[in-house]
């Protein structure tokens, strides 16, 4: 993911501006979504590194049927999107649907659902969860709403690991969100402070973060430090 | 002749990997090092479009390079982000005279040693979706089969990035797009992880990865995820591709 993009930091100084409580969090987050794009709904799905662990926020009724259908049935574009790491975008669910999804698509179809863009949330191998947006009428988006959609799929990246921390509220801000452009080092450093350590990718990436919002460092500078042997993990200062 | 001799060699390794277990990180990296030594370029990178406007680094010959293209980001200025915006091939770019154009990039190109530097789109009809750049230390430019060559590889690298299904339209482009995004951030991991359990450098790990990938066949990303997965140590690797 490009991490911080001047549009995904607005996204989430608008999203705390709202309320910096975890689930209304994420709810204004689907709500942000919804509005910003040509879409009927949006829902934002839980991954575990143990599977799907389900859904996080929904817009409306649709949006939670098709979260629900997915994770009962086991098929469907959010779950492709979560297995595969890879967007699905399929504009129009009447034609090629049921082919690719035979029981999810019957069901959506029925709920009002006439086409699903799935947006992994991931960096790399940590993957955290897929956003889903659906719309009652068939049609692609435009590479401009592609653009857009691929920004809150971004800020829900980053919302979802740091609810994955449940690190006290006051402590966080869109800032300490933050990841540099310059971020092999720091993707470098996840996985060797998550040896270091004995943690999740995902929680090495946390921790990597939260010393250089500690330290009011930039990540790189930190990451840097961990590749030269100069920051050392083994100790856990946040346990 | 011996260089259409090499080049045949390296369409077909490219076109091999189309056909084999895709592996878009191993691709490209395989492209930038082809590129280098098909034409006599000293290095290269390639930068994708990551559709939410800006471009990102994929794949790198050697590590200034990388700083480089880097470089080129932050500052918003260099051969390569005119080349993507424009779509228009920069070729044979005297350092020494970029100095107005860009002079952030041409001070941190000549700090690296460079002399000439190259910038080829890759196109996807009119629609740009990255750009590939070779950069060489002495001042011989690249003559125009050398340029032919290497907007080829731009071509060729297109290509595998849309290869696995027909272009229906931005669907897949987007798709493929991000796919490789994310699988140069999983072997930049796997790079980490394997180099503090195996206590080498990252750049070491990265060549006893691709060893290992390049003997057993399979694709740097399936490596990469086993070495994250922790169902592949450094003793394996090292067993099998021998040691860095």
Same mark, same amino acid.
């Given at each position: 993911m490009p991490?911080?993009?001047?549009?995904?930091?607005?996204?989430?100084?608008?999203?705390?501006?709202?309320?910096?409580?975890?689930?209304?969090?994420?709810?204004?987050?689907?709500?942000?979504?919804?509005?910003?794009?040509? !879409?009927?709904? !949006?829902?934002?799905?839980?991954?575990?590194?143990?599977?799907?662990?389900g859904t996080v926020a929904a817009t409306d009724g649709a949006a939670l049927e098709l979260e629900d259908l997915q994770f009962t049935l086991g098929e469907g574009p959010c779950v492709d999107a979560s297995e595969t790491g890879r967007p699905v975008l399929e504009p129009d669910l009447a034609a090629t649907g049921p082919r690719r999804w035979p029981a999810f698509a019957g069901g959506a179809l029925a709920a009002g659902v006439a086409a699903v863009f799935a947006l992994p949330l991931r960096v790399g191998a940590i993957r955290v969860g897929v956003l889903d947006l659906y719309r009652a009428t068939p049609g692609a988006l435009t590479p401009e709403h592609l653009r857009e959609a691929l920004a809150f799929a971004d800020a829900a990246t980053l919302l979802l690991l740091y609810l994955q921390t449940r690190a006290p509220a006051d402590e966080f801000s869109p800032g300490a969100l933050a990841l540099p452009a310059d971020r092999a080092e720091v993707h470098q450093a996840t996985g060797v402070v998550s040896v270091q350590a004995g943690v999740s990718l995902a929680e090495a990436l946390v921790l990597v973060r939260a010393r250089a919002y500690a330290e009011q460092r930039p990540v790189g500078d930190v990451a840097r430090d961990v590749l030269a042997g100069r920051a050392d993990f083994t100790d856990r200062p946040n346990r | 002749m011996a260089r259409e001799?090499?080049?045949?060699?390296?369409?077909?390794? %490219?076109?091999?990997? %189309?056909?084999?277990?895709?592996?878009v990180v191993d691709f490209l990296q395989t492209l930038t090092e082809r590129a280098v030594e098909l034409v006599d370029a000293d290095s290269a990178g390639l930068m994708l479009d990551d559709q939410r406007g800006r471009l990102q680094v994929v794949a790198y010959t050697d590590e200034p390079t990388r700083l480089l293209e880097l470089l080129e980001l932050q500052n918003d200025e260099g051969p390569c982000l005119d080349c993507f915006s424009t779509g228009e091939r920069l070729a044979n770019i005297d350092v020494a005279t970029s100095w107005e154009r860009w002079p952030r990039f041409a001070q941190a190109a000549s700090d690296a040693g460079f002399a000439v530097v190259h910038a080829v789109p890759m196109r996807l009809r009119r629609q740009v979706i990255g750009a590939l750049n070779l950069f060489t230390r002495s001042q011989a430019p690249l003559t125009g089969e050398h340029l032919a060559v290497v907007q080829g590889l731009a071509d060729v690298a297109t290509i595998g990035?849309?290869?696995?299904?027909?272009?229906?339209?931005?669907?897949?482009?987007?798709?493929?797009?991000?796919?490789? %995004?994310?699988?140069?951030? %999983?072997v930049e991991q796997a790079k980490g992880v394997l180099s503090a359990r195996a206590g080498l450098d990252v750049s070491a790990a990265f060549q006893l990865m691709r060893n290992y990938a390049r003997r057993t066949g399979k694709s740097l990303t399936t490596v990469a995820d086993a070495?994250?997965?922790?169902?592949?140590?450094?003793?394996?690797?090292?067993?099998?591709?021998?040691?860095?």
């Open positions: 991490m911080t993009s001047g549009r995904v930091a607005e996204i989430l100084s608008a999203l705390w501006t709202e309320s910096s409580d975890g689930s209304a969090l994420s709810a204004g987050l689907v709500q942000d979504c919804s509005q910003a794009l040509p !879409v009927s709904g !949006v829902g934002l799905a839980l991954m575990t590194e143990r599977g799907p662990a | 001799q090499r080049l045949a060699e390296v369409f077909v390794e %490219l076109a091999d990997t %189309l056909v084999e277990e895709f592996d990035l849309l290869h696995e299904r027909a272009v229906r339209d931005q669907v897949v482009l987007a798709e493929q797009l991000q796919t490789a %995004l994310h699988s140069r951030i %999983l070495i994250v997965a922790n169902t592949l140590d450094g003793d394996e690797l090292r067993r099998v591709a021998g040691r860095p």
